[in-house]
């Protein structure tokens, strides 16, 4: 519509222009022939720089701010190829673009739940174990996963739980339970995920059931519950949560550890809890695309970024502990000890992985847009 | 007009709307060479978010990406729109409403809409997205802009001159380039002028035909201003406000001459 | 030479277009997709007052942001307007400037200022105006600001186009006339405005409808309008069939309101004819 807009004013407004400029179009015509010559060419010179290893183009899709430009760089350098990296912000969102036929990308990282409908989608390719010396150390409750039992298409690489992120220093006594964000004493300093499955989950949780139940009497009930929270809710959010925890716009923030993490090192009150009630487990995994033009390439990339000190070095930067066991050895102490980054051990029996819902997705949905209407 | 109260009030009324149109311009502005990652409070002046905008390998790829799409299919619209446009202008006869409704069809669609439809229809035909179907959304909805305007400016045309140049035995062709064609020129640089500001500015069609290597700058800046504030950010759309001002600038200059 | 174009369009709009009305007929897959079995069902949940609130709610929205643009435009297109030609260019100009400036810029530009760590409570803290950190950012408020501020240069434009028109001899007479002011703006400006002043809403109303961006990152995404419904729909519920007939229902209600405004402009082109 926009367009609309400025046509009509632009009529109205900029009626004609100088013979001056004139002058720049069969130039600006001229470079963009050159240019569409130049990039079919290109795309042709790529097709063909799949077929060989070195000069090859690899499309890594992941999300944003997931992987260091710096590793990029390294792996460039080390296989003579070329990364590119375009990025996502939900799961959904890159499944969507998967079927929306967005073939062309080589690697993706789709988490736990996602790779079982992917799979079942036949998306992915069978990785090639030989190819991935590096799986072999894998933290033992990430080495039989139910989404992909024998890493068949999966290679785990960062996971976590999600919990509560908050501000000791206003948070008293320290909360141990979801009901905390439900205190009105905390109204409009608490922040959701903007993710439908969590935050349902999180209520579904709180009220003792399964984050993955397809009942419509239990959704409609946690939709009640979450409809009479949103008053004292600040934004939902999954992105920039840990900068309102950090800058004190908020004191309570459902969220993943990572960003909570990060969130401490500016602010040194805040901490991190899983409530006793339990919540997700997650785990991002690395995944060949079936439709990947060059899967070796694709293979080496994943090999390469589970690496046990290349992974140190993504779980340093953001926080989220590597799937990789051996990668322990090379991250600093104090991280290992977050409990926001690596989970006690003692807390994962209580921790539920997300499933997939099949058709109750819709009432999740439907329950999802109402909370949004309030 | 009378000086009166009334003037008085209407001075103060519209210096307040405008001091709103560009307050918060000026303020992301000033703010993006403050010395402080912490961005509201004033630290001393420093040009360390544009060196970080210069390094930003990210920012500049997509900067690359838009720049390309915004040549490519403001070229393919030019291309496409003025045979157009000079064809609705000689078409006679019932089916001229139809043919045109369908060529402004892309205009009356909400942006959303737009987005959705290419989207679904790549899918259906199993085109995989890429930069490619980016550009193709772009010319679908930049193609009226050229068509509209430069049919404004045929319809002003004195068809007497192409056919006196017909007369006079020029060819077509030869009428086309030497008549008709130094007359719709300005029009037709207008109109890839704002075809191609539409196509840097887009962010919702783009946001749905997107595929590997073909994130444009307005979709990365949605991605860092999600995930959370930065003064790079700042830095950046002071840039962008630069630029605007430079081509509301130019083509006010141009039109000057 | 009409024939590369329209096939363009027929192809890459027209078609498209085709296939969002199958798909809103279509019923959803379970991982999102569509299967080709005929259902009503999507319009049948269009019924259901949650939608038609969501799409109220947008309504009601725009409508402020339209009424607002108006409210803040007029005086200032008048202004304009009834400046010496020079330093009306240069008004124009500087409304041209965020016209053409990034939609997403200028939507950073309130996140900026308004959240809670943010300019404006930074200043009132610092002049100890308040005591605590105004909650701004993320409420309904702040996305019709945004609107408002997104919208407004296309309200005044038009409005400014309008009553330049205006003979200025025409004024002085209803000066003369009624002495006050409102007489002379309901009885005199308006009648001879209309047609600008019904181009600005469209223009303003129709973005607003439609708007994504604004909710989503000025509103917090505590709320949606209609196009972060379709979003949702499309890319995030992957429900394609009802995202597909929500969408329709969107289109229909922006080319009524188009239809509605071309109707509303045929008469004075008409009588431009006549004068």
Same mark, same amino acid.
């Given at each position: 519509m926009e367009q609309v807009n400025r046509m009509v004013l632009f009529r109205r407004f900029f009626p004609q222009l100088d013979m001056f400029i004139s002058k720049v179009l069969p130039k600006v015509l001229g470079v963009a022939a050159i240019s569409l010559l130049l990039w079919s060419g290109c795309d042709r010179a790529r097709e063909t720089g799949r077929q060989g290893g070195a000069g090859a183009t690899l499309h890594y899709f992941t999300?944003?701010?997931?992987?260091?430009?710096? &590793?990029?760089?390294?792996?460039?350098?080390?296989?003579?190829?070329?990364?590119?990296?375009?990025?996502?912000?939900?799961?959904?969102?890159?499944?969507?673009?998967?079927?929306?036929?967005?073939?062309?990308?080589?690697?993706?990282? *789709?988490?736990?739940?996602?790779?079982s409908i992917m799979a079942a989608q036949g998306m992915l390719a069978?990785?090639?174990?030989? !190819? &991935?010396?590096?799986?072999?150390?894998?933290?033992?409750? &990430?080495?039989? *996963?139910a989404f992909d039992p024998s890493h068949r298409y999966a290679v785990p690489y960062l996971w976590g739980t999600v919990?509560?992120?908050?501000?000791? !220093?206003?948070?008293? *006594?320290?909360?141990?339970?979801?009901?905390? &964000?439900?205190?009105?004493?905390?109204?409009?300093?608490?922040?959701?995920?903007?993710?439908?499955r969590e935050v349902f989950g999180a209520v579904l949780r709180s009220l003792g059931r399964s984050m993955n139940t397809t009942d419509p009497a239990l959704i409609e009930e946690a939709k009640r519950k979450l409809i009479a929270q949103k008053p004292l809710v600040k934004t939902y959010a999954s992105e920039h949560y840990d900068q309102l925890l950090a800058s004190g716009d908020v004191v309570l923030a459902q969220g993943w550890g990572g960003p909570v993490a990060r969130a401490m090192r500016e602010r040194p009150s805040i901490r991190y809890v899983v409530p006793k009630e339990g919540g997700t487990i997650w785990a991002d995994c690395l995944v060949v695309l079936n439709s990947s033009p060059n899967k070796a390439l694709a293979m080496r990339f994943v090999n390469f970024l589970i690496d046990a000190r290349v992974a140190a070095r993504t779980s340093e930067r953001l926080l989220f502990a590597s799937a990789n066991r051996e990668a322990r050895a090379w991250i600093r102490q104090d991280i290992l000890e977050n409990p926001a980054v690596y989970p006690p051990a003692?807390?994962?029996?209580?921790?539920?992985?997300?499933?997939?819902?099949?058709?109750?997705?819709?009432?999740?949905d439907r329950a999802w847009t109402e909370l949004k209407m309030q | 007009m009378k000086m009166n109260g009334a003037g008085v009030w209407l001075r103060g009324i519209s210096g307040a709307v405008m001091a709103f149109l560009y307050l918060p311009i000026l303020v992301l502005t000033v703010f993006s060479f403050n010395d402080s990652r912490l961005s509201a409070v004033w630290q001393g002046f420093s040009w360390h978010w544009y060196g970080v905008l210069w390094h930003d390998a990210a920012l500049l790829a997509a900067a690359a990406n838009s720049l390309l799409v915004g040549v490519l299919s403001t070229s393919l619209v030019v291309l496409l729109g003025l045979p157009a446009a000079m064809g609705l202008e000689r078409l006679r006869g019932k089916g001229v409403r139809v043919v045109e409704t369908i060529f402004l069809l892309p205009l009356i669609l909400p942006e959303v809409m737009m987005g959705v439809a290419l989207l679904l229809f790549f899918v259906m035909v199993r085109w995989p997205l890429s930069l490619a179907t980016v550009v193709i959304g772009h010319a679908a909805f930049n193609l009226p802009v050229v068509v509209v305007l430069v049919r404004a400016r045929l319809q002003k045309l004195d068809p007497r001159l192409e056919e006196a140049a017909r007369d006079l035995g020029a060819s077509a062709w030869e009428t086309f380039y030497r008549i008709t064609w130094p007359l719709i020129r300005p029009a037709v640089l207008g109109a890839a002028l704002l075809a191609f500001t539409i196509s840097l500015d887009d962010f919702i069609v783009t946001f749905f035909v997107a595929g590997p290597g073909s994130t444009t700058l307005p979709l990365r800046v949605y991605s860092m201003i999600k995930s959370g504030l930065s003064p790079e950010i700042n830095a950046l759309s002071s840039l962008l406000v630069l630029l605007s001002m430079g081509l509301v600038g130019l083509s006010l200059v141009l039109q000057r001459r | 030479m009409l024939a590369p174009g329209l096939l363009w369009t027929a192809l890459f709009c027209l078609l498209p277009i085709l296939v969002v009305l199958a798909v809103s007929f279509a019923t959803r897959g379970t991982y999102g997709g569509v299967l080709w079995e005929f259902s009503l069902e999507n319009y049948r949940d269009l019924l259901h007052p949650l939608y038609g609130r969501i799409l109220g709610q947008s309504v009601l929205l725009a409508a402020m942001t339209t009424g607002l643009c108006l409210v803040m435009g007029f005086p200032l297109a008048y202004y304009i307007a009834r400046l010496p030609p020079r330093r009306q260019a240069l008004w124009l100009v500087l409304i041209m400037i965020p016209f053409w400036t990034n939609f997403l810029v200028r939507t950073y530009a309130w996140i900026f200022i308004l959240r809670t760590e943010g300019l404006l409570n930074t200043l009132l803290l610092q002049l100890h105006l308040i005591q605590a950190p105004l909650d701004l950012l993320y409420s309904n408020e702040a996305v019709l600001l945004g609107l408002v501020y997104g919208y407004l240069p296309f309200m005044v434009l038009p409005l400014y186009a309008a009553i330049e028109r205006i003979d200025p001899a025409l004024i002085e007479a209803a000066w003369d006339l009624y002495a006050d002011r409102w007489s002379l703006f309901r009885l005199v400006l308006v009648p001879l405005t209309k047609p600008g002043i019904i181009a600005g809403c469209v223009l303003v109303f129709i973005p607003s409808l439609g708007a994504f961006l604004t909710p989503d990152l000025l509103g917090g995404a505590r709320s949606m309008m209609v196009g972060n419904l379709i979003q949702h729909e499309y890319l995030v519920a992957r429900d394609w069939p009802l995202g597909s007939a929500l969408s329709l229902v969107m289109m229909l209600i922006v080319t009524g309101s188009i239809v509605w405004y071309l109707r509303a402009q045929a008469p004075r082109d008409g009588e431009r004819g006549a004068g």
């Open positions: 999300w944003s701010d997931y992987v260091s430009p710096e &590793l990029i760089r390294e792996f460039e350098q080390a296989q003579g190829a070329h990364v590119v990296v375009d990025t996502f912000s939900s799961n959904e969102e890159l499944l969507a673009k998967l079927q929306g036929g967005a073939s062309g990308y080589d690697v993706t990282v *789709p988490s736990d739940f996602m790779v069978e990785l090639d174990p030989a !190819a &991935l010396p590096n799986l072999s150390g894998l933290e033992p409750h &990430l080495q039989h *996963p919990g509560i992120g908050y501000d000791s !220093a206003v948070v008293s *006594p320290p909360p141990d339970s979801w009901d905390v &964000l439900w205190e009105i004493r905390y109204r409009g300093r608490i922040s959701m995920l903007n993710d439908q003692e807390l994962i029996p209580r921790m539920e992985w997300m499933g997939d819902v099949g058709n109750a997705m819709r009432i999740y | - | -």
